[in-house]
């Protein structure tokens, strides 16, 4: 049987300085989320990764039974945990650009890119062949990882892959094979979203790993 699995970018904050923090959401996000319940795929199994925007998220879509999955937890950011990407780069901006060009780099002493990878690609193959479709509301880092490990990309892929807040991934796996699906939920909620991800780097340039961020 096929594994028919989407996942759902958490919603996020409009922010001038986004913290790598777990921020709760404003009532602009929920609304955003809101408008996307009813317009998902059905689902028979329904997860949320552990973050307080994430299971806000999920609430807002309406999703009464889901279970809350470790594996979809957000990458460890370490000592960085609470700044924002500027401050970071004042502060450890040769260790930053480690952290975006190498992915078994964490010189913050938390998580690398590499582990995450491993982690979700590790929770994307134990899901059993007969789950069925499965919908998931997730951080930014994990839908990265899950469309590196479909597509058998290098890690180093991990920043080219956009996300933003309230798209979705859809992918569909089958024998230990996955496959991207390219497909938009719904185009309105999008639109004043913050160009800020919701793990604190900027959407379009966080790929720019040999100059500074901003």
């Known amino acids: 049987m096929t594994v028919r699995l989407t996942l759902l ?4 904050r409009m922010e001038r300085d986004v913290r790598f923090a777990d921020v709760p959401l404003d009532e602009r996000a929920l609304r955003q989320a809101q408008v996307l319940a009813g317009t998902l795929p059905p689902t028979g199994t329904q997860y949320t990764a552990p973050s307080q925007r994430c299971r806000q998220t ?21 000592s960085w945990h609470g700044r924002t990407l500027e401050e970071v ?17 964490a010189p913050h002493g938390g998580e690398s ?18 789950t069925g479709r499965v ?6 880092a994990v839908a990265r990882a899950a469309v590196v490990h479909a597509l058998g990309a290098p890690q180093q892929a991990f920043w080219r892959v956009d996300v933003p807040p309230l798209s979705a991934v859809q992918l569909t796996g ?3 094979r996955w496959n991207l ?17 919701s ?4 959407r379009t340039d966080c790929s720019r790993a040999s100059s500074p961020p901003r």
Do not use: F
Request: net charge negative; charged share 20%.
């Open 89 to 105: 780069a004042a502060g450890d901006g040769p260790g930053l650009a480690v952290w975006l060009s190498d992915p078994q780099a």
């Open 181 to 197: 699906r390219m497909g938009a939920v719904s185009t309105g909620p999008h639109q004043g979203v913050s160009d800020e991800s």
């Open 58 to 78: 999920a609430r807002a879509l309406g999703w009464d039974a889901v279970t809350v999955e470790p594996a979809l937890r957000n990458i460890d950011m370490g």
């Open 113 to 130: 890119v590499a582990k995450v990878c491993h982690r979700v690609a590790t929770w994307l193959d134990a899901l059993p062949s007969d």
């Open 174 to 176: 089958r024998d230990g």
């Open 135 to 140: 919908l998931a509301a997730v951080e930014q």
């Open 9 to 12: 970018c958490a919603a996020a």
């Open 199 to 202: 793990d604190g780097t900027h």
